[in-house]
């Protein structure tokens, strides 16, 4: 048995709904401005473009319930997604054969330091500091697609204290999932338990402690989560 050096990182892992298993996290991809009206609210042209993608830690995804708001900004975003999780991976996987890799969905957040991006942004920097902080990716359950099928259109909304802010549906996608999983390939050698967080519609806007984010789609249910 391997000894190591220090105490060994737990295993970052999400429910699995209506079992008690566990999906272990191994990476976490970010698809960004994959809805057009969300592209033209952040001013950008929402033309098919290729795709760009960020990347979030495995350890940001947390199912509390609870988002502790986080030090250094006064911008906080609500970013409603769908989580895609995969089962297996590969590298230069065929876009007719990539949803085979798709182990479920899950309902999720991509919180955002706005401020913090925009300064980034500016910069010419890397957007971590904005993306990638502690419990910035709110997750619920795992939805097998044996349970639920694949999820290509449907209604994906968010609600802050009971007031719509988000609202879309998945078909509006500008890169539909077994897109990304293909042009992920190409780049990256993907594995079981990555996660890609598949984008936000228009709507996205800041919250504030006490806030309570109620997100839902369509085959996912939903769930709510409290702003600390």
């Known amino acids: 048995m391997a000894q190591y050096a220090i105490q060994t990182p ?6 699995i709904a209506g079992t008690d298993a566990l999906f272990p996290v191994r990476r ?3 698809i960004g401005r994959n809805y057009a009206a969300h592209a033209i609210e952040m001013g950008h042209d929402p033309d098919r ?4 993608f960020f990347q979030k830690n495995p350890n940001n995804l947390d199912t509390s319930g609870q988002f502790p708001y986080p030090p250094h900004t006064s911008d906080v975003h609500h970013e409603v997604e769908v989580a895609v999780m995969l089962k297996s991976g590969g590298e230069n996987i065929p876009l007719e054969s990539a949803l085979d890799h798709v182990y479920g969905y899950a309902l999720s957040l991509d919180m955002t330091r706005r401020d913090l991006q925009g300064e980034m942004k500016k910069m010419g920097r890397p957007w971590e500091i904005g993306k990638a902080f502690e419990r910035s990716a709110p997750v619920g359950p795992v939805h097998p697609v044996s349970d639920i099928g694949h999820l290509e259109n449907g209604s ?26 293909s042009y992920l390939s190409e780049y990256f050698e993907l594995a079981p338990g990555d996660v890609i967080l598949s984008g936000t519609p228009s709507g996205v806007g800041p919250v504030v402690k006490g806030d309570v984010m109620e997100i839902a789609a369509d085959g996912l249910g939903s769930m709510t989560v409290t702003v600390t």
């Open 28 to 30: 976490v991809y970010c």
């Open 10 to 15: 737990p295993v970052v892992a999400v429910p």
């Open 49 to 52: 473009d290729p795709p760009f």
């Open 156 to 181: 994906i909304t968010l609600k802050v204290n009971g007031e719509l802010r988000q609202e879309g549906d998945l078909n509006q996608m500008i890169w539909k999932v077994p897109e990304m999983i």
